[in-house]
T-cell receptor
Framework: DVKVTQSSRYLVKRTGEKVFLECVQDMDHENMFWYRQDPGLGLRLIYF?????MKEKGDIPEGYSVSREKKERFSLILESASTNQTSMYLC????WGQGNQPQHFGDGTRLSIL | AQSVTQLDSQVPVFEEAPVELRCNYSSSVSVYLFWYVQYPNQGLQLLLK??????LVKGINGFEAEFNKSQTSFHLRKPSVHISDTAEYFCAVSGSGGYQKVTFGIGTKLQVIP
């Protein structure tokens, strides 16, 4: 079974802090994704990566950056956390494909910015 | 551009009754369609997918969905629900070609009433 592991289930940080969310997958997937999930808005794509050191902006990249130094690990960075970044963050991975590959999700990190 | 509309934000249904969760999509290219389920405090997991071929797709836990190209719909159905089906359900569309940008709907919360 594919396993996508997010380093923290719950995280509380202060405004202005630099925050790192880590995600590791064990299935040698090429693609990795970061979403945020908010009530009434569904899942919105922040960034994705299709290869090591490659990244593409999603729909809401402002205030975030990412790092992919190894194939299995994809990090989301909040450069200077703000209260409007309080949310559930979901990491996902998939094989490279012509849009037909399902994504496998981690259990999420619920981040609160105070 | 592609989009997904889930017409109902919440659907209450009595145990052992049938249920239909509605999903409509728009896209200018051929699409792949997915339904995911999210149980409380968990990430999303794949219920079923339509890639090509038969328009009736069967998934896990007794769910099925029908792809209707003329109505651009991909409704999810189950003939008899259980308490354990209480969860949030997300419809998603992916365009063919290139990397897979997946667009998710805002989700439908299914509440099964004993």
């Amino acid at each position: 079974d594919v396993k996508v592991t997010q380093s923290s289930r719950y995280l509380v940080k202060r405004t202005g802090e630099k925050v790192f969310l880590e995600c590791v997958q064990d299935m040698d997937h090429e693609n990795m994704f970061w979403y945020r999930q908010d009530p009434g808005l569904g899942l919105r794509l922040i960034y994705f990566s299709y290869d090591v050191k490659m990244k593409e902006k999603g729909d809401i990249p402002e205030g975030y950056s990412v790092s992919r130094e190894k194939k299995e690990r994809f990090s989301l960075i909040l450069e200077s956390a703000s209260t409007n970044q309080t949310s559930m963050y979901l990491c996902a991975s998939s094989f490279w494909g012509q849009g037909n590959q399902p994504q496998h999700f981690g259990d999420g990190t619920r981040l609160s910015i105070l | 551009a592609q989009s997904v509309t889930q017409l109902d934000s919440q659907v209450p249904v009595f145990e052992e009754a049938p249920v239909e969760l509605r999903c409509n999509y728009s896209s200018s290219v051929s699409v792949y369609l997915f339904w995911y389920v999210q149980y409380p405090n968990q990430g999303l997991q794949l219920l079923l997918k339509y890639l090509s071929g038969s328009t009736l797709v069967k998934g896990i836990n007794g769910f099925e969905a029908e792809f209707n190209k003329s109505q651009t719909s991909f409704h999810l159905r189950k003939p008899s629900v259980h308490i354990s089906d209480t969860a949030e359900y997300f419809c998603a569309v992916s365009g063919s070609g290139g990397y897979q940008k997946v667009t998710f709907g805002i989700g439908t919360k299914l509440q099964v009433i004993p």
